[in-house]
């Protein structure tokens, strides 16, 4: 069975500086994508960055960007230049075509 | 964009009522997904469907049923509502990475 740990259940960053989530997984799959989610108050689940697990080159997208370690089954999310915005919990979910979701972690950005 | 809509946002229903939460999307999506999301524990997966008339059971289906009778639409059914039964539920289509609805919150009294 697949399982996602998400250690950090909280994190808090200042504002304009730069975070890391972290997220390990265990997959018997050998073509998968990985990917992380952020839920905002407004409860919307949306789609921060996507990955295939085939690809080396880590994935960027704007002030997020990953860093996948396929060996050690690792998959961070790195958020640069915290905005207030970006306030939400967020979910790590690697998988084929059903995704299984870490536990979550809630940032929180001090002004 | 994939637009996937939940019907109704809160829902509090008795014990022992039946329950219908309608999931529909407006693309040929043939992946959908239903999960509850509980604190602490994130999502976990109820039951999902890889096409019309089909359905598999996820981890945690008990209690739980579904109907897909159409492509757009998966239903999630809950027989005879209990208090533990009281969650967020969360549908989603698959492709690429899942699209969700908005969520229903549903409270079991």
Redesign the interface.
Same mark, same amino acid.
């Given at each position: 069975a697949q399982t996602v740990t998400q250690s950090q259940p909280e994190m808090s960053v200042q504002e304009a500086e730069t975070v890391t989530l972290s997220c390990t997984y265990d997959t018997s799959e050998s073509d998968y994508y990985l990917f992380w989610y952020k839920q905002p108050p407004s409860r919307q689940m949306i789609l921060v960055i996507r990955q295939e697990a085939y690809k080396q080159q880590n994935a960027t997208e704007n002030r997020f960007s990953v860093n996948f370690q396929k060996a050690a089954k690792s998959f961070s999310l790195k958020i640069s230049d915290s905005q207030l915005g970006d306030a939400a919990m967020y979910f790590c979910a690697p998988g084929a075509q059903k995704l299984v979701f870490g536990q979550g972690t809630r940032l929180t950005i001090n002004p | 964009d994939v637009k996937v809509t939940q019907s109704s946002r809160y829902l509090v229903k008795r014990t022992g009522e039946k329950v219908f939460l309608e999931c529909v999307q407006d693309m040929d999506h043939e992946?959908m997904?239903w %999960?509850r999301q509980d604190p602490?524990? !994130?999502?976990?997966?109820i039951y999902?469907s %890889?096409d019309v008339k089909m359905k598999e059971k !996820?981890d945690i289906p008990e209690g739980y049923s579904v109907s897909r009778e159409k492509k757009e639409r998966f239903s999630l059914i809950l027989e005879s509502a209990s208090t533990n039964q009281t969650s967020?539920y969360?549908c989603?289509t698959?492709a %690429?990475? %899942?699209?969700?609805g908005?969520?229903t919150?549903l409270t079991v009294v």
């Open positions: - | 992946n997904f %999960y602490g524990l !994130g999502l976990r997966l999902f %890889y !996820g967020m969360l989603a698959m %690429y990475g %899942y699209t969700f908005s969520g919150r």
